[in-house]
């Protein structure tokens, strides 16, 4: 067995991130991210969103908000005020019938006036103890109950503005009473003088906390520490306070003189809380809270539970993130724990991490109007998941098509693969190598010798080059069918594979609703879908016929993703004309485009999403005018049959 070397020592790791947790996943984060964005959100809304819901492994700002009401509510639900008079109640009566007990075989006199003095005790607990605080006890049993009436009430009174102090008193002698009416005579000195403003003020807190500092494991650094911890205990008493009916309130400011047998305590404290509340009146002295359980608390423990309450307010406000400014390092960990547990802290500090490790690694940018917007990176990172998704749906597939080219005038691909008869590619020279020793030394022969079985050859892919036009309809039935995310991750997808296997090839991207556009990809994925009128598939041709002109040595791709038969074409002057159902003069305008496309070489492939019959009947005449295909593919399926008319039509 190990052990630590002389002189370490081996502990939880409590200071910052653990430097053993598994490193944060942000391309899970992202492509979440990425589909609340495609989906028509704002990055920055999609970003609060992520954090609200969490991920696989981490619990979200809503659970945690969730589990904070659910504790709020147990305590109220589970507990009542009133403990410290049921227990006052009890002592009084086990004391009293203590008494009685003893005075009942006496036949004198004296006894028979102390029982009449007994039995004349006011009803009102508060009456009684004070009433008794001189009466001669015969029962050494009904005294000790009625000293322990004494030494509760002063624990609990300290224990509501000190934590702890009930704990720390457990029995109390005559001097202990002293060195607490000291303390608190010398801490109401200090906020006076705190108040006053004198100039050597730390050092009379310096000499307070030398000569009380056991009163105080918080240990505060200064006066005003000390000033906050006693204000936030002492308003949490008061909203107790509050909570309680008038004659419980009434009943326990009786019973405050009787505090360990010495007015002086109670008159101390009420001082005491006079300063706290003029020196902090900002902390909440007037509210209250609805306590319906049948678990009594002391007025310590009921102190705590109204200030367990405050804290679960702030908690639920920061967890809400609803403020301005409001960023995940301003939940306070520490106080997380304490209501929910180590588990809720962890997954807060996740949150956190995942929220700065997005900021800081370039995902986001401020656009020129200030809003938040993907960067290129992250714009890249989608594109990757997207195509990863339909090539992994692909695969499999009988009768699909290889991607890669065997040419010997290709350009390579990074990859190598094993050499087959006829291939003219140049050798991967280091893979065959490697392939020969790994060979010979499993077989266990001698020397290194190569076999045709261990030539691989460098992977190439035709240096063709194509002009590609990817034409999505935007009109609101995309959106409505729920066609507004895979059209934007088939853009993705196909920039992605163009971008990084096919680099000379020039990817246009247009939208086309009432109007066409040529967009930008970041553009394309932060689109939202706005309702208007139009499927205005001319001006999308028209577009798509600029382009394809650009580009005179490339060869012509079209690809035309649409739900929706034209409803609209470009007039003259430039506005759009619209009428439903599509007149002859539109359907007339938007064939001429695809003829002209046609002359250009150019086939049209469409990708009619949905069953309308006149919509396949219009995709069908495109298609056999311009020479291409109708492909009818299911909504998920959309992204896979794009990639692979385009890697068909760029082969042909």
Known sequence: MSTAPEGWSYGPWHEGPDPLAPPIDLREA?????????????????????????TRNTRGLDEMTRRVWQRRAEIQRRHRL?????????????????????????????????????DALPPGTAAAVRELSEYPWRSEEGREKYEQIRDLLGREMLDARFEGMKQALQSTSQEDVERVHQMLADLNALLDAHARGVDDIDERFDEFMRRHGEFFPENPRDVDELIDALAARAAAAQRMLNSMSAEQRAELAELAQQAFGDPRIGQQLAGLDARLQAMRPGEDWTSSARFRGQDPLGLGEGAQAMADLAELDALAEQLAQ??????????????????????????????????????????????????????????????????????HSLRGKTGERQTESAGAAGEPTGASRPWQFGDREPWEVSRTVRNAVLRTASTGGGAVRLD???????????????????????????????????????????????????????LQLITFGRYAATVELPELVGLEGVWEQGTNAHHALLLAGRHLRRHPDAQPVVLMVTDGEPTAHLEPDGTAEFDYPPQPRTLVKTLSEVDRLAKMGASVSVFRLGDDPRLAAFVDLIARRSGGRVVAPEVDGLGAAVISDYLRTRRR
């Open 322 to 391: 609803s403020y301005p400014g409001a960023r995940l390092e301003d939940i306070d960990l520490e106080a997380l724990e304490r209501q929910l547990g180590p588990d809720a802290g962890v997954d807060a500090r996740r949150l956190s991490e995942l929220e700065r490790e997005l900021r800081s690694q370039g995902l986001f940018e401020r656009a020129p109007d200030g809003s938040l917007r993907l960067t290129p990176k992250a714009l890249r990172r989608l594109g990757e998941t997207a195509l990863s998704d339909i090539v």
């Open 82 to 118: 009133d403990g410290t008079l049921q227990e006052v109640r009890r002592l009084l009566d086990e004391a009293l019938d203590a008494e009685k007990r003893a005075l009942f075989p006496d036949p004198s006199d004296d006894a028979r006036f102390a029982e009449a003095q007994l």
């Open 452 to 506: 045709v079985s261990d030539v691989e050859v460098v992977e190439t892919e035709l240096r063709s080059r194509a002009a590609v036009a990817l034409l999505v309809d935007t009109s609101w039935s995309m959106v409505s069918e729920g066609r507004w995310l895979p059209m934007k991750r088939t853009a993705l997808a196909l920039h992605q594979l163009i971008s990084t296997r096919f680099r000379n090839d020039a």
């Open 30 to 54: 992202l492509d979440e991210i990425g589909r609340e964005v495609m989906d028509g959100a704002s990055p920055r809304s999609a970003l609060e969103e992520l954090l609200r819901r969490g």
